[in-house]
């Protein structure tokens, strides 16, 4: 769906939508309307009880008096509680339900909307983000659908008198792109996205800036990658490494680094896991899809920031010649890991993964993105990603972002007990440990691959990659999630003037 905005006239064609507040007090525009169509807006209101609270939308088709479709009215909720994630609902709330109608044109009226919290150009950039989020569809191997199912809204026009709004709207849409982008890859079936063929997806941010460099098995078994190449060794795919630099800050700066599980399809490999369900395990690359999406819109937006993007990307498969509980594999650190579970896979890539970083960046943050345990959704159910870390300041500062961001964190325990699961009786360590707290004993896991004197901080989004239900500017099926956080993350710590440390 095409975003423009304008100064001019609201269109006499075509549907119309306007944010109505709890307060009662509407905007101009809909006074406009209403003596326009002699009353026929406010008498729907009280025929409807529509009260304007968030979520609640009333559809008045072709009122009399107008020659529009449509007129939309979108609850807003309080005005005075209205910031940046309502307004961006307010937007996508319009837009679920204009998909369902055979309009093909809308146009968001907003002139006159004041709010304690946003700027009318913030208002209005933010409504039309949520509009643009809302309206995303994943629909390219679906050769039939029927005409009336199939959403006619190509074109929402957001009329504002406020200057600025278009202009913050663009850095916004290359953000969207960004979670569209992670949208598509989640949501890609396994045997067109494998590791070879996201590495090829990745290559193609090169059009927007991006360095990207690809490391086949051949350079990671010459590194000694040899806990993400075990996972790997029973498929027919080639296991592949990606990293995607975008130095937009100052020259010579460490950059920060982001890293991403992706394992392509996890069947559990030899721990194999049951049937029913399995297909949902195409979307365990979530992580690596984050870091992606991440990256494309940073480089979209111009970041003034260095960040680099690491990708580990396998499929756990059931071969003859797959990784067996029991093995022991050396990972490039030099540590020794026991394999007990070969469903614990993706500590396994990520332990090569940060650690390659390390070695290559240099950086002075790390976060890494896994939908890595079932046990995180046991703990923060669909709500949260669970957030791991030993520094209080990173771990504020990632809240904070994703707050902002509308991806919300819970921050979850890692202490030295969980670290202590993971004692194996002959090698440095094993790689699950007991049933009881599994996200902290996986991100314990990873953090043994951390050097001394980095910040470190693990996502586990494996509750948040995903939706079976309509999210505010999520349809169902992939989320994004991730892309939204770490961008706002970057804004508040490598580009502001005063930089935090860890992004130094």
Avoid at 320 to 349: C, F, H, K, W, Y
């Amino acid at each position: 769906m095409q975003v423009s905005f304008s100064k001019a006239a609201p269109p006499k064609s075509g549907a119309l939508a306007i944010p109505c507040f709890e307060d009662g007090a509407q905007p101009a525009a809909f006074d406009a309307l209403d003596e326009a169509a002699q009353g026929a807006l406010s008498r729907a209101i009280k025929a409807a009880a529509f009260k304007g609270k968030k979520d609640q939308t009333l559809d008045i088709v072709a009122p009399a008096g107008l020659e529009n479709t449509r007129v939309l009215l979108v609850g807003a909720g309080a005005r005075k509680e209205l910031g940046p994630l309502e307004a961006e609902a307010v937007g996508a709330a319009a837009v679920a339900r204009l998909l369902a109608t055979r309009d093909r044109a809308a146009a968001f009226l907003l002139d006159g909307v004041e709010t304690p919290k946003l700027a009318p150009e913030e208002f209005a950039s933010r409504v039309a983000l949520g509009a643009k989020l809302r309206a995303y569809r994943f629909d390219k191997y679906r050769t039939r659908v029927e005409k009336d199912k199939k959403p006619a809204l190509t074109r929402l026009t957001v009329h504002t008198a406020a200057a600025r709004a278009k202009t913050l709207f663009a850095d916004y849409e290359k953000v969207a792109e960004g979670v569209f982008l992670t949208r598509d890859l989640v949501s890609e079936p396994p045997n067109v996205l494998y590791p070879e063929s996201f590495a090829e997806r990745c290559r193609e941010l090169e059009s927007l800036g991006v360095k990207v460099k690809i490391l086949g098995e051949a350079q990671m078994a010459k590194l000694g990658m040899g806990a993400l190449l075990g996972v790997g060794q029973g498929s027919v795919r080639e296991s592949k490494l990606v990293a995607m630099e975008w130095m937009g800050g100052k020259k010579g700066d460490a950059p920060v680094a982001f890293v991403g599980k992706g394992v392509t399809f996890d069947t559990g490999g030899i721990s194999l896991k049951p049937g029913p369900g399995m297909e949902d395990m195409k979307w365990d690359m979530g992580g690596a899809g984050a870091v992606t999406g991440a990256i494309a819109a940073l480089a979209g937006r111009k970041a003034k920031a260095n960040v680099v993007g690491v990708i580990g990307l396998v499929e756990n498969m059931p071969d003859g010649n797959a990784q067996r509980p029991a093995d022991i594999v050396t990972t490039m650190s030099g540590q020794t890991v026991e394999i007990l579970n070969t469903d614990a896979e993706g500590r396994l890539v990520l332990a090569d993964a940060v650690w390659w970083t390390q070695e290559t960046y240099k950086p002075k943050t790390v976060i890494d993105l896994a939908t890595l345990t079932g046990a995180i959704i046991i703990s923060l159910a669909h709500e949260y990603a669970g957030l791991f870390t030993r520094d209080d300041d990173l771990a504020a500062s990632l809240a904070k972002a994703g707050e902002a961001a509308g991806d919300r964190l819970w921050r979850m325990p890692l202490d030295k007990a969980h670290d202590e699961m993971l004692k194996s009786d002959i090698a440095d360590m094993k790689n699950v440990g007991p049933k009881e707290g599994g996200s902290s004993s996986a991100a314990a896991f990873i953090g043994r691959f951390i050097k001394d004197g980095v910040a470190w901080a693990h996502l586990d989004i494996a509750g948040k990659a995903w939706t079976t239900k309509d999210l505010p500017t999520a349809p169902k099926g992939a989320t994004g999630y991730g892309v939204r956080l770490l961008d706002q993350w970057v804004r508040e710590n490598c580009e502001k003037q005063r930089r935090h440390a860890f992004a130094r």
